[in-house]
């Protein structure tokens, strides 16, 4: 064999008008705000129209493990209210599209979670867990096999809304350098409703994420989908948009 000075290398590169899925040992899927109240209980008590959209669903993740956001409180029966604000819905149906989908992980870590509540919310965790379902909870972090995910939030509503909660100690506080081989990765609710792009906090934040070693940020509560965007050092998700929810 004849040694040779230089060598030319190709990329090959596949595209195609539809979805390609997602395929493969380790493969991860991320989708946005879910909630199977209020305006989904219909939805939720249906098991034809369920079953469809699990079938959808999973013929694009070809079964992949799922964590997503998941708004409101889930319970054995959700009291009557007229505050259209509170999320609630109801265990049995949720826990079972939850578990069909493969959803792995919710994240918790948001400005819904206590609205019924800290008793409320602490038995929620409790019963998703004693279903298999890991439970991302604001301020935490969870090891999966390919990454470490922090659970963050920059705003809340209960006992009374804020928001710009997140100051730069508690994101350096779950950098990767807590001792972590795997790669940081932050789900963070942030941002402005119905806002279709980022905002200038958001960047502030982005850059502070940067700053401490995070690589991926993937955010929600806008209810639009904002398009990733990446540098050399990470790739920024500004909101996934709405995956199971009552609006357009």
């Not at 230089?6 to 090959?12: A, C, H, N």
Request: contains cysteine; charged residues 20%.
């Amino acid at each position: 064999s004849e040694a040779v000075d230089e060598s030319t290398s190709y990329i090959t590169q596949m595209y195609s008008p539809d979805a390609l899925p997602s395929v493969g040992e380790g493969h991860y899927v991320f989708a946005g705000d879910t909630m199977l109240g209020r305006g989904m209980e219909t939805f939720a008590h249906d098991s034809i129209k369920r079953d469809a959209f699990v079938q959808k669903i999973l013929s694009i993740t070809n079964g992949a493990p799922m964590i997503v956001n998941l708004e409101g409180v889930m319970m054995d029966g959700c009291p009557k209210t007229d505050n259209t604000w509170v999320l609630c819905m109801e265990k049995d149906p949720t826990l079972r599209i939850l578990k069909e989908l493969n959803v792995i992980a919710v994240s918790t870590a948001n400005n819904h979670a206590y609205d019924l509540g800290k008793t409320a919310y602490t038995d929620m965790v409790r019963v998703l867990q004693s279903n298999g379902i890991r439970v991302l909870e604001r301020n935490t972090s969870l090891e999966f096999s390919q990454f470490r995910l922090t659970g963050l939030t920059d705003i809340e509503n209960s006992p009374d809304p804020k928001a710009g909660l997140l100051y730069e100690s508690d994101i350096a506080r779950h950098t990767s350098a807590s001792g972590s081989s795997l790669p940081s990765f932050a789900f963070v609710h942030w941002g402005d409703e119905y806002r279709g792009a980022i905002n200038d906090r958001q960047k502030a934040l982005a850059d502070v994420f940067q700053k401490n070693g995070f690589e991926l940020v993937i955010g929600s509560h806008s209810h639009r989908s904002v398009p990733l965007a990446c540098t050399v050092q990470q790739c920024v998700v500004p909101s996934l948009g709405n995956f199971i929810f009552d609006q357009y």
